[in-house]
């Protein structure tokens, strides 16, 4: 790019940004942020496709202001920064004035002209990650500008200036150059643990014992969650046994020991880590002989392979199934039995951003949930117009910024969950349920959290076993 | 005078057509080019549906005019109606579009002309009152989203000042050629403003497309920035 070099950034004060944005990182330092923000600019946009979108969205940029009305987060805050179309302009503006023609001579001419500082970088780190890249504004922007994409860019080319969230880096170097290859460091030997605790469990629950099957090959489903459901979500993961030993399917699914974890957190923030974690992943199905990739209840695991697999998984890709549509599925067909008097209590559905918004998984859960739900509410909005829970695009996995999550990012969610009366809130997402969790803590929210299959666990008849309402008591008089 | 009005109804005015003609050109080119040549073969799935979908909702917005900045939205629409009309199917144009692209449009009558460019011209006020007063408006327009809005409103006032004799303050010449001037910088100006939405606003609808990300990408652009033995 000769523009960049001809017309050098102007030099600016260094400024202390670990100490104003204390949960991100910087591998390289902070001398030359600018100049490396430039050339990894240069970089990308010599390997990557994203220049005709750039081009595009630099024209036709309208500042009409309708995705302000839209975002969850300048809804609280009113703060223009927060308007996604300002993000947005953050990184068109440096595109326009260092890579195109028309900002050269416009730099040359006028005088306030725009420039790439030490500050607007700051800006940057802070402004993208106050965006949950929940992509509610894309639907109302009357241009259909991405901001998601645009923001996920920005970080993109942040990260590879050295700066990124200290807990997004550090999962994603253990999952991809790691011994563990997984998010959460959760070793292969402590997952079988986790898998026999889980048989015990179910057992003790349905009079039925289980051998889960590891590292078998051939089979029709390789299972992958979010690692974190191991440590976290026990109920979630015996809820898809239950579902799959119901179903008869016991002998075509498997876990892999290889790679266990769904969660790509390479679709926050870095091109570069979303194609690796997708090869990884596809890598262990090729090693198992999987015919299909089964992703637990996670709402980025499920889009990142969904979306990523056929785009990065070479010739041979395989079908990427939600547990949702798969669960539907045996349903449809009368292979599982939900008994529908056991939840009686008032149930709502959270839609997880990466899983709706694109209008992919909307119908299936509601269509699962009122099958069996006797007092089922809608939030309003909902479906592929809903909230996002205020911890998307990876700012969940960010303690630090806990309090923006809970007073900026969920509070419009908290209020949505409140309004509904509802005393349980199904979100079938890792993500979500983690931020849910802490934000009907922090509001005081009478509401339960869990996932889609924690309820179909509650209410799922298996042939041979205890039934629901044998559990349901055994439960009771556990509680007591 | 008259040497003026000729020279802005003749040459000038087949120049900026072709300016922007030629530039929305190039646009609609390299768009397709990315989307068939550079894009094409990596293509895993094309969202046909959902671009019919968007682009019919967007060109007819009512579930879109009744929430959020709803003056905003509203004086926008109803701006875009005029503004579409009113230069293609008024009376005086249509000898202009005979004249030199050969094709004979239907009028649109003077008298709905009129109110069109009365409600036309009180659109874009409120338009550009909304930007300058409404703070999270103002706090993200750019220079040439306030200055645009000032051209466009010039065309239209010099056009119905042109033709109403009766409110018209300054000779009709003068007039005249304030409008074709206007009108005539305006046409230049769409491809290099973001008045190229003209053609652009289908594309951009289309990011699923640009999700779909260049395989090895990543690696290249990794080796380029961080060195060959990059870690993460």
């Known amino acids: 790019m000769a523009e960049t070099t001809n017309s050098g950034p102007a030099p600016s004060a260094v400024i202390d940004l670990k100490s104003r944005l204390p949960y991100h990182i910087e591998g390289n330092g902070s001398e030359g942020r600018v100049e490396r923000f430039l050339d990894a600019f240069a970089a990308v946009l010599e390997h990557t496709d994203y220049k005709p979108l750039l081009d595009s969205y630099c024209r036709t940029t309208n500042k009409c202001n309708r995705c302000s009305v839209t975002c969850p987060v300048y809804q609280v805050t009113g703060d223009p920064r927060d308007v996604p179309c300002y993000k947005t302009t953050l990184l068109l503006s440096i595109y326009q004035r260092y890579f195109t023609l028309g900002g050269w001579l416009n730099a040359r001419f006028t005088p306030n002209r725009f420039e790439l500082t030490e500050d607007v970088i700051a800006e940057m780190a802070e402004v993208f990650y106050r965006c949950t890249a929940c992509r509610r504004c894309t639907q109302e ?75 078998k090959k051939n089979r029709d489903y390789v299972f992958f969650c979010a690692v974190s459901d191991y440590l976290m979500e026990p109920d979630t993961l015996l809820g898809n046994l239950a579902v799959l030993h119901a179903a008869g399917d016991w002998d075509r699914w498997t876990i892999g020991t290889g790679n266990f974890d769904g969660i790509n957190y390479g679709l926050f923030y870095s091109d570069w880590h979303l194609e690796r974690i997708i090869k990884q992943l596809v890598g262990e199905v090729d090693r198992l002989g999987g015919k299909n990739i089964l992703i637990g209840e996670c709402g980025h695991a499920s889009r990142s392979a969904h979306d990523f697999v056929p785009v990065f998984g070479g010739a041979q890709t395989r079908p990427v199934v939600s547990f949702i549509e798969y669960t539907l599925d045996c349903l449809r067909r009368g292979k599982i039995k939900l008994n529908p008097d056991i939840i009686t209590e008032k149930v709502t559905y959270h839609d997880p951003c990466n899983m709706s918004r694109g209008g992919w998984i909307v119908n299936q859960p509601r269509e699962i949930l009122k099958s069996f739900v006797k007092d089922y509410v809608e939030m309003t909005p909902h479906g592929r117009n809903n909230y996002c829970c205020g911890g998307g695009g990876g700012l969940v996995s960010i303690d630090e910024i806990h309090d923006f999550r809970m007073k900026v990012g969920g509070k419009t969610k908290a209020d949505q969950i409140a309004a509904t009366g509802a005393q349980i809130c199904i979100a079938p997402c890792a993500n979500c349920k983690k931020q849910l969790k802490e934000l009907v803590e922090f509001y005081e929210i009478p509401c339960e959290v869990m996932g889609l299959h924690d309820l179909i666990l509650k209410a799922i008849e298996i042939p041979g076993g205890k039934s629901a309402e044998e559990r349901k008591e055994e439960a009771e008089l556990y509680a007591m | 005078m008259q040497a003026w009005i000729d020279f802005a109804m003749g040459p000038l005015f087949a120049f900026s057509l072709g300016v922007m003609a030629l530039g929305l050109l190039r646009h609609l080119v390299l768009q397709l080019d990315t989307l068939f040549r550079r894009k094409r073969s990596r293509l895993k799935y094309m969202p046909w549906n959902k671009m019919l979908h968007d682009s019919l909702e967007w060109a007819l917005p009512v579930r879109h005019l009744t929430s959020g900045n709803v003056i905003f939205s509203n004086a926008s629409f109803v701006f875009h109606i005029g503004a579409i009309l009113v230069p293609l199917f008024y009376a005086g144009h249509i000898v202009l579009w005979e004249q030199w692209l050969g094709v004979k449009l239907w009028s649109i009558g003077n008298g709905f002309a009129d109110v069109l460019t009365v409600i036309t011209i009180l659109a874009v006020l409120v338009l550009l009152v909304s930007r300058i007063a409404v703070p999270r408006l103002r706090a993200i327009s750019r220079n040439s989203d306030v200055s645009l809005l000032v051209l466009i409103l010039l065309p239209f006032i010099s056009g119905f000042l042109a033709a109403h004799p009766a409110f018209n303050p300054l000779p009709w010449q003068t007039m005249f050629l304030i409008h074709l001037l206007s009108a005539e910088a305006l046409l230049i100006l769409v491809p290099f403003t973001k008045l190229s939405h003209i053609v652009l606003i289908f594309f951009d609808r289309i990011s699923e497309i640009h999700w779909q990300l260049r395989p090895g990408a990543g690696d290249r652009v990794a080796e380029t920035v961080l060195g060959k033995e990059a870690k993460v």
């Open chain 1, 141 to 215: 922007c009357p241009m259909g500008m991405d901001h998601g994409l645009i923001t996920r860019l920005g970080r993109y080319i942040l990260s590879l200036t050295g700066i990124a969230p200290k807990a997004l880096q550090v999962s994603v170097r253990e999952q991809l150059e790691g011994e563990t290859h997984n998010t959460s460091k959760v070793p292969a030997t402590a997952m079988l643990h986790t898998l026999e605790f889980l048989q015990e469990e179910f057992s003790d629950q349905f009079g039925i014992d289980l051998d889960v099957p590891v590292d």
